[in-house]
T-cell receptor, first 114, second 119 residues
Framework: GQQLNQSPQSMFIQEGEDVSMNCTSSSIFNTWLWYKQDPGEGPVLLIALYKAGELTSNGRLTAQFGITRKDSFLNISASIPSDVGIYFC??????????????FGKGTLLTVNP | KAGVTQTPRYLIKTRGQQVTLSCSPI?????VSWYQQTPGQGLQFLFEYFSETQRNKGNFPGRFSGRQFSNSRSEMNVSTLELGDSALYLCASSPEGQGALRSGANVLTFGAGSRLTVL
């Protein structure tokens, strides 16, 4: 099946710092989604990207759909303690026949030190 | 509109028992996907249902099964529970499923999960 490499696996930063994480794949994706999961809860959608090169912001968050369609990054500016959580990327790619499905990265655990 | 509702939120079972988890999708969403989440393993895809039909299936043993009803509500069942089945089980709904190519139609909205502990 398709593989997504999400990095880094974890980050420990100081409040106010900027954060960057990314996902790469050997396959082309049609859609990139970024989610955040708080402890004990389900992931919540942060940003959805649908076109190669697309750059989208949501408050302090910015994400881009790579030109090659094989990668995406998420930046968080001026981090705050409530940014703590696990961030997942997900890409929609071809899975055989006439099927497409989402593949999730393994997540980036972000810890913010006040 | 109401989000994705999963019940129960927490449950404890013993090895060999079976468990049924329920998921009510967002109204109008026709697809339900199930994931298993364990520490360090990320989100492991179990299966996806669309209009009462299983559309995709992950690499889990046959002890894991699911179904979807005509109102799009879904259940998953795990039989003969093992210690390794302890996990957070997440359900997610989407308007047209993971394979939809129309923008927004493939976006998953997750429930809060069902935390299963097997003793």
């Amino acid at each position: 099946g398709q593989q997504l490499n999400q990095s880094p696996q974890s980050m420990f930063i100081q409040e106010g710092e900027d954060v960057s994480m990314n996902c790469t794949s050997s396959s082309i994706f049609n859609t990139w989604l970024w989610y955040k999961q708080d402890p004990g809860e389900g992931p919540v959608l942060l940003i959805a990207l649908y076109k190669a090169g697309e750059l989208t912001s949501n408050g302090r968050l910015t994400a881009q759909f790579g030109i090659t369609r094989k990668d995406s990054f998420l930046n968080i500016s001026a981090s705050i303690p409530s940014d703590v959580g696990i961030y997942f990327c997900a890409g929609q790619g071809y899975s055989g026949g006439s099927n497409y499905k989402l593949t999730f990265g393994k997540g980036t655990l972000l810890t913010v030190n006040p | 509109k109401a989000g994705v509702t999963q019940t129960p939120r927490y449950l404890i079972k013993t090895r060999g028992q079976q468990v049924t988890l329920s998921c009510s999708p967002i109204s109008g969403h026709r697809s339900v996907s199930w994931y298993q989440q364990t520490p360090g393993q990320g989100l492991q895809f179990l299966f996806e249902y669309f209009s009462e039909t299983q559309r995709n299936k992950g690499n889990f043993p046959g002890r894991f099964s699911g179904r979807q009803f005509s109102n799009s509500r879904s259940e998953m069942n795990v039989s003969t529970l093992e210690l390794g089945d302890s996990a957070l089980y997440l359900c997610a709904s989407s308007p047209e499923g993971q394979g939809a190519l129309r923008s927004g139609a493939n976006v998953l909205t997750f429930g809060a999960g069902s935390r299963l502990t097997v003793l």
